[in-house]
């Protein structure tokens, strides 16, 4: 009985010593990331010969837009799980160190910009934005879509059509097609050209003869 008492002493005193060095240890200081992360963020694009091929295939059309055209016939952002909605996925799946509130909200992390290099840590500087635009594809083809199709297309998480960026540079960007306007960044310039091939070749939409030879002269020196 003796022995077993100085046994329940002694582990409870070792307890109680771990309790009190894991309380006075430092909390881990948070830094954010100033370089991009080693994941990528958007699912990866089908490599170069691939869009390659793909560009050839799509179906070149002269660029009209068709009336009616309203980027609520897109839904979006879309519930995805609980109150998660697309916008805030994507944050999640490209940032790092990301934490949500109750809502599923961003409330902090650190994201790279793929487009111009730049790091942000507030969700508020960030676009998600679609590669090929909403509106590209109402002029492509989606305008005969159902709605359905285009929530799809809107909130495709699958393939590499929804990235998180710096937000003016999504807006400068707009609705144009890369024969209007490309990523300012020249090392992601490749990838965005095969993301952007491999939307239109999934989607089966349409491209204007500008539009292909801007794409078809960076995939060349892929």
């Known amino acids: 009985m003796t022995q077993h008492l100085r046994r329940t002493a002694a582990l409870a005193a070792s307890s109680l010593l771990a309790s ?14 100033t370089s991009a992360p080693s994941v990528r963020s958007m699912p990866e694009p089908v490599d170069a010969a691939t869009a390659r091929v793909q560009l050839a295939q799509l179906t070149v059309a002269e660029e009209v837009t068709p009336p009616g ?5 897109f839904p979006h952002w879309a519930t995805q799980a609980g109150t998660c909605d697309t916008r805030e996925v994507v944050l999640q799946r490209d940032g790092q160190d990301v934490q949500q509130d109750g809502q599923c909200r961003a409330v902090a992390g650190s994201w790279y910009s793929e487009y111009d290099g730049a790091t942000w840590t507030d969700a508020t500087d960030l676009d998600i934005d679609h590669v090929v ?11 005969a879509w159902t709605t359905e199709q285009r929530r799809a297309f809107a909130n ?15 807006q400068g960007k707009g609705d144009k097609d890369p024969g209007k306007w490309m990523v300012p960044l020249n090392s992601y310039r490749c990838t965005y050209s095969r993301a952007w ?13 500008t539009e292909k030879a801007a794409l078809g002269g960076i995939l060349k020196s892929c």
Do not use: M
Not at 20 to 33: E, G, K, N, R
Not at 69 to 73: F, V
């Open 20 to 33: 009190f060095i894991l309380a006075a240890a430092p909390a881990a200081a948070h830094t954010p990331s």
């Open 69 to 73: 055209y309203n980027r609520n016939k």
């Open 133 to 143: 635009p909403l509106k590209e594809g109402w002029r492509s083809g989606a305008s």
């Open 156 to 170: 495709d998480l699958t393939r590499p059509q929804l990235i998180a960026v710096t937000d003016n540079v999504n």
């Open 197 to 209: 091939v491999q939307v239109k070749h999934y989607y089966n939409l349409s491209i204007d003869s």
